[in-house]
């Protein structure tokens, strides 16, 4: 029998990952950053003819619950905060339109911005961070069993075109 009062139904879990693993992915970056990654970054989205459509199909007069969103999620994800609770697979599943091309897009646009906003070392976490992201949603969404990623989604951290 164990020691620990007994969890209530509806009650959150503890956090008893170690330490080591809630700590930042690069410990300069801070919430301030973060909310500059996502506001720059959907600057871009929005004005980009491919991607740009389908997220305002999606996100048409939601965009300032989005954005906080995103803000939430990427603390979570770089600063390991835990505030995020979403399920970003199912959330991109429902997107409609999304081709094979657009998560290599996707990270065309995000890497100069994270490294505009983080520096190169903080930077080039981030998009690694990033990277691994998208090729989990690209899975989700086009992947089969032994289907290579397309170009653009691996081993390309740091480049970024002109």
Known sequence: MSDRPAR????????IRPAIAREP?????????????????????RLDARLGPIFEEKLAGRWPEHLAKMET????VLLKTGAYKGKPVPAHMQLQGLQVSDYPDWLQIFRPVALEIFGEEAGLAVIE?????AQSLWFASFGTAGCPL????????GQVSA
Do not use: C, N
């Open 73 to 76: 999620f990427w603390q979570s």
């Open 25 to 45: 992915v690069h410990p300069s970056i801070t919430e301030e950053q973060i909310t500059r990654l996502v506001s720059e970054f959907y600057d871009r989205i």
């Open 150 to 157: 397309p170009e653009g989604m691996t081993g390309t951290k």
């Open 129 to 133: 961070v990033a990277e691994r992201i």
């Open 8 to 15: 209530r139904q509806g009650e959150p879990l503890p956090d």
